[in-house]
């Protein structure tokens, strides 16, 4: 029997939707403590930003949507603590992930080179298809972007805190170049290129990977919420699902 046109138009539509359907991506941000991941995917997620933010214990957990010409995609977002004791812990958060954002300080030149041993660990041991983007924070700081204090004031905290610029935008994009990363310098705190880095993330996710996972569910990586809470328990850190999304 032939599909009447309301059934035909009815399949249609049902196809047109299953092809908007957010396809999830896991990501994960790695870096030395306290240059700013968690800053980061907080002014992303949630559009807010906290001074003095406490350290992340084990890793934190955070969804949003992101949408680039004709795909959207669900960012599964893992950020990850940067003090050393729970660097063992972190094969279980880039596992099977699609994406990750590995940081450094732009005023500290040691947290380059701990961001370039998490490029190293990730081309070596992660998803060979994984997209991987090197990020620059605290642009603010050597911009002198203190927009809520005076002169006087701006020059004694950049004293206090050493604030000068210690990486160059040439040494670390010529590094990035040569290893094959995406590249970008931001800053939490002004909000500064936070949105560009994960829609160029999403722009440089595989077709095929898009292609196979519209169905709202990842080929590898576990199955929803159970693995999440898996994940928590194992690492016996505390996670935090962000309901900032537009789920």
Request: with cysteine; aromatic share 6%; proline share 2%.
């Amino acid at each position: 029997m032939s599909a009447t046109p309301t059934q035909a138009t009815t399949a249609v539509n049902a196809n047109s939707s299953n092809d908007r359907r957010p396809v999830p991506v896991k990501l994960v941000l790695l870096g030395e403590s306290a240059v700013g991941k968690s800053s980061l995917v907080v002014r992303f997620v949630n559009r807010e930003y906290a001074e003095n933010r406490e350290p992340t214990i084990g890793a934190a957990f955070l969804t949003q949507k992101c949408t680039v010409d004709d795909r959207t995609v669900k960012y599964e977002i893992w950020d990850t603590a940067g003090q050393e004791r729970f660097h063992s812990l972190a094969p279980m958060y880039y596992r099977n992930a699609q994406a990750a954002i590995v940081m450094y300080d732009i005023t500290k030149s040691s947290t380059l080179d701990k961001a370039k041993g998490w490029v190293k660990e990730l081309q070596r041991q992660a998803n060979s298809q994984i997209v991987i983007a090197l990020v620059g924070n605290k642009l603010d700081l050597v911009e002198g972007n203190h927009n809520d204090q005076n002169e006087d004031d701006a020059e004694e905290e950049q004293d206090d805190n050493n604030t000068s610029r210690q990486v160059t935008f040439e040494e670390a994009s010529a590094y990035a170049s040569e290893a094959g990363l995406l590249f970008f310098e931001t800053s939490a705190r002004t909000s500064t290129n936070v949105d560009e880095v994960f829609t160029e993330i999403a722009k440089n996710i595989p077709h095929d990977y898009l292609a196979n996972n519209r169905n709202g569910s990842r080929v590898a990586g576990g199955n929803g919420n159970n693995a999440r809470l898996d994940l928590l328990r194992e690492a016996g850190a505390n996670g935090r699902n962000s309901s900032g999304c537009a789920c």
